[in-house]
């Protein structure tokens, strides 16, 4: 409201961060550059029916091991089966995963993290106990070890994986938490008598998202190599699943001879990473205020 009484818009206000947001990517080529790879994956998640030329799974024992050409732009496999058009549905599995591993992975560990900052006391001290123990373990060595007892499977393999994610998560909705929970509001809320879980609902958690979501972004490139990996082992998509690791298994074999069977899921899996990884330094920058974001 102004200083005559008149209520005035908040659409200026709004223009006015919109304008700032947008002056912070600009000044950096590289979160743009992430960005429209993040967006570009995104479109092909939706979009790969329309764009693919060929059904995924179609063999042609006619073209087998065919090399790149304006018939099979990413050439073909050891049954004929059309590269970029598994290459395009690839990103269903792989990136899909991705984003059901870290929604997951940040949705549980969050809420544990933050509990266990409200609550305090033995249960604090037990859920951290815990999660070093997980933590303590390399991360991909333990991903392999559930993946192998649950049984071969994307699904499986994403089980997996977000097991593995939730400790870090744990530890950062923590970390901000106890910073929170000191705050004026926070305290009153307390003398009034609010429950742990409102103060996580309306006084933690919404205060805590940012660097929940930077990490989340930056997660997603290592999550799209560590299901890869599992892929590549045997323990994730089993085929004829396109998806872009059990590809780059399939194909190593034929390297030396064929070397687009490898090289154009390869380069899906490293642009996708390198994307999401460009994209999350980008943001960690503009919501972090100790590293530029002002």
């Known amino acids: 409201m102004a200083a005559d009484g008149i209520v005035t818009s908040p659409r200026p206000a709004a223009r006015l961060r919109a304008g700032r947001l947008w002056y912070r990517v600009k000044e950096s080529p590289l979160t743009l550059v992430g960005a429209a790879i993040a967006l ?6 939706m979009a ?26 990413f050439g073909t496999d050891e049954v004929g089966r ?39 006391g033995i249960v604090d001290t037990a859920i951290m106990r815990l999660m070093d123990v997980f933590l303590a373990l390399p991360a991909l060595i333990l991903a392999m070890a559930l993946a192998a007892a649950l049984g071969p499977s994307l699904f499986n393999a994403m089980l997996a994986v977000a097991v593995v994610r939730v400790p870090a998560y744990v530890r950062l909705a923590r970390g901000q938490t106890l910073s929170l929970r000191n ?6 809320s307390r003398s009034f008598g609010a429950s742990p879980a ?6 933690i958690l919404p205060n805590a998202l940012s660097p929940i979501i930077v990490q989340a972004t930056l997660d997603l490139g290592g999550t799209i190599l560590t299901a890869a990996a599992l892929s590549f082992i045997g323990l994730g998509a ?5 998806e872009w690791g059990s590809m780059v298994s399939s194909g190593r074999n034929y390297f ?10 390869g380069l899906a899996i490293l642009i996708s990473a390198m994307g999401f990884n460009l994209l999350g330094d980008g943001l ?11």
């Open 238 to 242: 089993q085929p004829p699943t396109s």
């Open 198 to 203: 409102y103060m996580l609902r309306w006084h």
């Open 40 to 45: 570009a994956v995104l479109f092909v998640i």
């Open 183 to 188: 705050r004026t509001y926070v305290k009153a």
């Open 82 to 120: 059309d590269l970029f058009s598994r290459v395009l549905f690839g990103a269903r599995a792989s990136c899909g995963i991705a984003f059901a591993i870290v929604i997951i992975s940040t949705v549980i560990g969050s809420i544990i993290g933050c509990l266990s900052g409200v609550v305090g």
């Open 48 to 73: 790969a029916p329309l764009l693919a030329p060929y059904p995924p799974d179609k063999i042609s024992l006619a073209a087998r091991l065919a090399a790149p050409s304006p018939q099979h732009l």
């Open 256 to 265: 030396l001879d064929q070397w687009w069977y490898v090289t154009f899921p």
């Open 284 to 294: 960690r920058d503009m919501l972090d205020p100790r590293l530029g974001g002002r």
